[in-house]
């Protein structure tokens, strides 16, 4: 069974930083495009980040370019999203996201694996 599981979510200050990561289970991920996606109260899900099965590239939501950096570890089944100089709008349930694609998925659609989520939550 495929298993996405998010932690580190919290509640923060504006300008601080979280670093959220999601393992993955159930069959390997090495060759797994996985992507971060959030979810404001009251907004639709959207578009965070993402990164290819080899680590190598990657993309980012213009609201986050530059302050959010997405990576995975050695093993590649494990992603990371590192979170700076967050911001009140940053507010959301973090998810992430896995499929076998190649290259850099950022059509919420084409994702087959989601974890729960993880909230975020940044005062101002």
């Known amino acids: 069974q495929v298993q996405l599981v998010e932690s580190g979510g919290g509640l923060v200050q504006a300008g601080d930083s979280l670093r959220l990561s999601c393992a993955a289970s159930?069959?390997?991920?090495?060759?797994?495009?996985m992507g971060w996606f959030r979810r404001a109260p009251g907004k639709e899900r959207e578009f965070v980040a993402a990164?290819?099965?080899?680590?190598?590239?990657?993309r980012y939501a213009d609201s986050v370019k530059g302050r959010f950096t997405v990576s995975r570890g050695n093993a590649k089944n494990t992603v990371y999203l590192q979170m700076n100089s967050l911001k009140s709008e940053d507010t959301a349930v973090y998810y992430c996201?896995?499929?076998?694609?190649?290259?850099?998925?950022?059509?919420?659609?084409?994702?087959?694996?989601w974890g729960q989520g993880t909230q975020v939550t940044v005062s101002s």
């Open positions: 159930g069959r390997t991920f090495s060759n797994y495009a």
């Open positions: 996201a896995a499929d076998s694609a190649e290259g850099v998925v950022v059509t919420e659609a084409l994702y087959h694996y």
């Open positions: 990164i290819s099965w080899g680590g190598t590239s990657t």
